[in-house]
C-alpha cells in the first residue's frame, strides 16, 4: 500500500520559516519524481517544486529563491524548506510522487500552512 505522510505544517509570520516533510512508504522512492503542490482557497492546486530521480529540481517564479525541495533516498523522505514566508503562501501543500511515462501518481493527504500575523 502507497502512503505518502506530509507533516511540518502550522502558523507562521510573515517572513518565517517552515520545514515541510513527506515520508514514502511502499513505493521504490529513488525512482519517483517528487512535488509539492499547494491549492489555496478558491484556486486550482499548483506545482511548487520538483526533484527528479537524479536531483534535477524545478520552481515555481513565485517561490523561487525562498523555497528548496531536497529529498534522501535513504529515508524515503522529500522535504521543502519554506523561507522568507508570505501571507500568499498560505495553502493546503501535498506531495506527490509521479512517474510521468508511466501516468503514476500518488498523493499525500496535505498539510495546511498559514502565514499570518
Known amino acids: 500500500q502507497v502512503q505518502l505522510v506530509e507533516s511540518g505544517g502550522g502558523l507562521v509570520q510573515p517572513g518565517g520559516s517552515l520545514r515541510l516533510s513527506c515520508a514514502a512508504s511502499?513505493?521504490?522512492?529513488?525512482?519517483?519524481?517528487m512535488n509539492w503542490y499547494r491549492q489555496a482557497p478558491g484556486k486550482q492546486r499548483e506545482l511548487v517544486a520538483r526533484?527528479?530521480?537524479?536531483?534535477?529540481?524545478y520552481y515555481a517564479d513565485s517561490v523561487n529563491g525562498r523555497f528548496t525541495i531536497s529529498r534522501d533516498n535513504a529515508k524515503n523522505t522529500v522535504y521543502l524548506q519554506m523561507n522568507s514566508l508570505k501571507p500568499e503562501d498560505t495553502a493546503v501543500y501535498y506531495c506527490n510522487a509521479a512517474i510521468a511515462t508511466l501516468n503514476v501518481n500518488h498523493w499525500g493527504q496535505g498539510t495546511q500552512v498559514t502565514v499570518s500575523s
Open positions: 526533484i527528479s530521480s537524479g536531483g534535477s529540481t
Open positions: 511502499g513505493i521504490n522512492f529513488g525512482i519517483f519524481t
